[in-house]
């Protein structure tokens, strides 16, 4: 039972972009295959970037795949620590956000920060309806009903289309973050939208993260202060109380963790 609506949860449903087009890398020119000596060269590198820094892992990761490596961030202390380090390492590294239309305004302003901060102008990545189009279509708010559907037609397909032809990108997952994140690899191909990702924080800590946003001054989202560890979109957000799990307020009330970008 979900507690916002006093229904049923929906039955579980697989989303997928079943158009038959290449994606991701495969999409790319010249496109780029996970053929199994290139799993194994990924993998091979990925087990020598366990012991390197973050910034090495990036400075690998633009090195090997620039100008087809990109990021996406929703602008959460990962994010923003990564974007602070390709400030110094490859400021022309393209960055996304999945603007679903339910975003905090808070979260909005740190894009104009990071521009203000760093010259980094992160790119706007919409769903191909308004929030209000979306909502009409729909009878209401679906992150009310069908969260999975909200995030699939407002994340997961910008995401796709966005993916589309690079070869590679960063992501800004923690392996201490969840279950589901606990085996990323720090290099490793991304099977739902083909293409290589690159977790650089994946051996750091919640405390590494934040001890170096507050000796380097990196911006971040004054809602972390108003007791929200992890920060999505506004409706799917709630703050969490003390030994709360960091992602407990995310989706709350729904059998749901992760949005889709990061579990296969
Ligand atoms: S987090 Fe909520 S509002 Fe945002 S896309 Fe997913 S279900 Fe929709």
Partial sequence: MNEKSSQPDPPPQVF???SGEPRGALAADPPLYPTDEFLAEMAAESAKLETA??????RWAVDRFAPKFT???AFGPEGMTIMHMLAEIAPETPVFNLDTGYQFKETLELRERVKEKYGIEVEYKLPDTTVQQYEEMHGGPLYATNPNQCCFDRKMRPLHEAAKGQHAWASAIRRDQSPDRAAAPIVGWDKKFQLVKISP???WTKNQVWDLILKESIPYNPLHDQGFPSIGCQPCTRATQLGEDERAGRWAGFEKT???????
């Fill in 53 to 58: 820094t973050p910034q090495e892992i990036l």
């Fill in 16 to 18: 997928s972009i079943d």
């Fill in 258 to 264: 992760e949005c889709g970008l990061h579990n296969s």
């Fill in 71 to 73: 990021m996406a961030t």
């Fill in 201 to 203: 924080l994946a051996n």
